[in-house]
């Protein structure tokens, strides 16, 4: 629905441009106090992983940073729209445990590959080469994917609020990005994620946190229409008589007993192993942690990332659903449209209708927040895999430290531009023909998650052979794929935008794509016979060597100077007190985040699913609170 935006243009531009050359400048300005003060060279390996010695704290805020896309907002808040209180936990629950139960692959990663830069290495030194290229194109497809979701709808959301153009919006949103991602690399992410600069500046998470908190705030407590849960409950219900949702226990938004809520659940599921498990951005994470501190940082990250759009959909998307019938709404006296819906304009229209302008500028921050920070990850894990998985691998293997920065800070720019351009022209095309962020965000897991399991089973189990790596990942694609447009096709009589977007052929691809391997591995693993892996191989990954860089800079003296990489040794007291440190941490990842996995999928929400408990204003009084 066409609406004058809000804000001006200049507003956009002022907050894209501005707050983004403000962080390029104070990362600009961090780089070389570190430089001067501490020592620290830029290096391929600092750039790269932050020199593997990043703490708890730092772990837990660049996963939460980077897990908060702006689909974390505006999708989440779209499903509170349609399933009413379910949606927010089926979303957040949904997507909390891909980051808990990854903790303990990132523990094996530290334990087996110690010195990877990328997880399409330790694929390369079990598999070789037809594997890793394999599963290149599938990290890749996830990292374009996820880049293009977060551009195209964080670019939809600032041409809704202030006018600017969506093209323009896309080149826009990575110039701060790029500038200090290129100068900080992923320290850059963890710095700018986690709490101030020298400057003392909040950044990304703790913005987020306070503007969801002002949101929540004036919802719950102060706004005048609404003030208080007891106040949005009693529009909940007037809502669900006017227009009662299909499928939920009385027609009430007020129940966890939802169908299509758990569809999507199980859709949301699949599709977010596929963009944890398969992006190499949360892998560069886990190498960059320090060993110790990988699995805390992981365990903190993925619950405190559980809070952000949990109690941001059921602030917005219930305050939507609440307002539209008030005169404040955006739409008054209609109800949103679906592709409106869709688009992610719930958050934005609820802000404007709680707080007017402000909430427009807030909303704007917001998802600015939210793409860039995320975007810097996308932009790392891309830049690492070009680097050191293409490059040095298939072109120089015997690269020096300054090239492969040169190489690395040449990747970040020009797939830079690249995604700018693909999202622009992608935003265009789905536009025209009706395909919009969500049905992305469905999508994905159909196309990526296929990879899951076998990548997984590559530090997992010593049995998977070369054959089933490579082929379980293809094969599991090509069924996907035939599941979601034949479910399509027979359910709905034809193959279109419409047909192919709904939950059912999405559930039926979503899932074919996650489990089809758990046929195709023991086939033909056993089939070809297992391959017995020892995991040397993944141990003997080296070093890269930035004495180069080290030996070149003037303002180092030779005692600061770090040493030369030195082949890794597994018989160090050192290296044999870390491991037996990473093999505690092992164990404990495996049982604690199972029984959180259990907690989060089965023991909080099936039972109030299977009651069909519709909430009465106590006890959504307490939800909220």
Known sequence: MALDPPLSPGVGYGIVLGLGFAFA????????????????????????????????????????????????LLQSSGVAYRYGVSGPFWYASGATVQILLFATLAIELKRKAPNAHTF???????????????????????????TAMLLTGGSAVVNSLTGVPTAAACFLLPVGVVMYTMFGGIKATFLTDYGMYSTRN????????????????????????????????????????????????E????????????????????????????????YNKAIAASPVHALPGYVLGGLSWFAIPWLTATTMGLAALALETNSAFPTFPSRMLDADVTAGLVLPDAAVALLGKGGAVASLLLVFMAVTSASSAEYIAVSSIFTYDIYQTYFNPKASGKTLINMAHVCVVVYATLLAAF????????????????????????????AVIPATLTLMWSKQNTIAATLSPILGLISSLIAWLVTAKKQYGSLSVDSTGRN???????????????????????????????YKSMAQIRLADDVDLVSSDPELTPSSQPSPPKPSSTS??????????????????????????????????????????????????GWVV
Request: charged share 10%; aromatic share 14%; with cysteine.
């Open 202 to 249: 909040y950044f990304h998470t703790v913005i987020l946190i306070i503007i969801i908190f002002i949101f929540a705030f004036s919802a719950y407590a102060t706004n005048a229409n609404l003030g208080s849960p007891g106040r949005v409950y009693d529009l909940l219900v007037e809502a669900g008589k006017k227009h009662p949702v299909d499928g939920n226990a």
């Open 120 to 146: 399409l290495e330790v694929i390369r030194a079990r598999y070789g080469m037809y594997t890793h290229l394999v599963f290149t194109v599938f990290g890749l497809m996830t990292n374009i994917l996820v």
């Open 423 to 450: 999202s622009t022209g992608l935003y265009s095309l789905l536009q025209d023909i009706g395909i919009s962020m969500g049905y992305l965000y469905l999508m994905m897991g159909v196309i990526i998650s296929s």
């Open 251 to 282: 027609g009430s938004y007020l129940t966890m007993r939802s169908k299509e809520g758990a569809i999507f659940f199980v859709i949301n599921i699949v599709g977010n192993f596929g963009t944890v498990f398969c992006d190499n951005g949360y």
């Open 25 to 72: 400048f104070g990362m600009i300005l961090t780089t070389w106090v570190l430089k001067r003060y501490q020592n620290e060279v830029q290096t391929s390996e600092m750039f790269s992983t932050a020199g593997r010695t990043v703490k708890t704290g730092l772990v837990a805020s660049a996963v939460v940073s980077s897990w908060t896309w702006a689909a974390t």
């Open 504 to 534: 059912n052929p999405m559930l039926a691809g979503n899932v074919v794509a996650l489990l089809s391997p758990l046929i195709f591995i023991p086939l033909l693993t056993y089939g070809f016979g297992p391959q017995n892996y020892d």
């Open 572 to 621: 160090t007291p050192l290296v044999t007190e870390e491991q037996a440190k990473l093999a505690r941490a092992s164990l404990i990842a495996k049982s604690l985040t199972g029984f959180m996995t259990l907690a989060l999928l089965i023991l909080w929400p099936i039972p109030l699913y299977g009651t069909g408990y519709v909430f009465s204003k106590r006890f959504f009084t």
